[in-house]
């Protein structure tokens, strides 16, 4: 039987933003009860990270103000012997994100479920490699309310050579479900596409 991959994690402190959006009293419970959850440990967000080479500025610059997504908060709970772990993401969306009145915009579910899906695919990569999504499939399930904060869930499904399918959910963290994704992420050497 093949083993199962085992993530990279880079442990990240949890910031006073997210610490403000996901555990305060003014934050929903569901999300103050994930941080009492000894199974999740927070782990560094690389698309929230600017880079020099620009990779990521959509996420980590443009995206990443008070009215878009002025939180993102990564945590890993690490999988049975039989499965990989899940990536629980938090992220506080304003109102700057929407595409009708107090609604989130569709094409941000996507980008969301890309990078969630993506940010598994960083835990899993090879040595000198970089993920490429080459399908995502999704399904919308009901509008996403703004301002507010989601729940997102990723985890790797299985993997054959330079492949990667990766699923995630969008949820509202109390079992409502915006909509979920199935991806397929193709690894090629760092700097050639």
Request: charged residues 20%; glycine residues 10%.
């Amino acid at each position: 039987m093949p083993q199962e991959p085992k993530p990279n994690l880079t442990h990240e402190p949890i910031s006073t933003q997210s610490l403000t959006a996901f555990n305060s009293p003014s934050s929903p419970p569901w999300s103050r009860q994930l941080f009492q959850d000894p199974t999740l440990h927070p782990i560094a967000t690389p698309c929230r990270h600017p880079k020099p080479t620009t990779e990521d500025s959509l996420v980590a610059e443009t995206l990443a103000t008070d009215h878009t997504i002025s939180a993102w908060q990564s945590l890993y709970r690490t999988g049975s012997p039989k499965n990989t772990g899940e990536l629980v993401s938090l992220l506080a969306l304003g109102t700057g994100v929407n595409g009708h009145a107090d609604v989130a915009h569709g094409g941000l579910l996507a980008l969301i479920l890309d990078e969630i899906t993506g940010n598994v695919v960083e835990l899993y990569r090879g040595e000198g490699m970089s993920g490429y999504t080459a399908s995502l499939k999704i399904d919308f399930r009901r509008p996403v309310r703004t301002p507010g904060v989601l729940l997102c869930r990723s985890w790797l499904e299985r993997r054959e050579g330079r492949k990667l399918w990766v699923r995630g959910r969008v949820e509202d963290g109390e079992g409502g479900l915006y909509a979920e994704g199935e991806s397929l992420w193709v690894e090629v050497l760092k700097g050639r596409l």
